[in-house]
Nanobody, 121 residues
Framework: QAYLTESGGGSVQPGGSLRLSCRSS???????MVWFRQTPGKEREVVAT???????TYANAVKGRFTISLDKPQKTMSLEMNNLRPDDTAKYYC????????????????WGRGTQVTVSA
């Protein structure tokens, strides 16, 4: 079992920065943690993934602007978001699964409640 608690998010102007965090109650030898985001009426889409063994991946839309990291002792994943744009506005969810990473939400067993990010002038 894993329980995920998110923090961060909020409102920012275009070009600004925000940091999201997601603390897990547990990690295994190989764990995948992911940030998804969702806007009303759309499918949940992957933003970035991090695996305890294999590293990180990013969606093309956020490459060069977002950085995902994992503090293993603290069991906390973070997403540093820079140069934010209005189309980054969404509810952001962290998710976890044991083993390898996937980029579709149906592969994930454990979810946070989500945190809203709003980018507007």
């Amino acid at each position: 079992q894993a329980y995920l608690t998110e923090s961060g998010g909020g409102s920012v102007q275009p070009g600004g920065s925000l940091r999201l965090s997601c603390r897990s109650s547990s990690l295994s030898y190989q764990t995948c943690m992911v940030w998804f985001r969702q806007t009303p009426g759309k499918e949940r889409e992957v933003v970035a993934t991090i695996n305890t063994l294999t590293g990180t991946t990013y969606a093309n839309a956020v490459k060069g602007r977002f950085t995902i990291s994992l503090d293993k002792p603290q069991k906390t994943m973070s997403l540093e978001m820079n140069n934010l744009r209005p189309d980054d506005t969404a509810k952001y969810y962290c998710a976890l699964r044991w083993g390898v990473c996937y980029t579709t939400s149906d592969r994930f067993n454990y979810w946070g409640r989500g945190t809203q990010v709003t980018v507007s002038a």
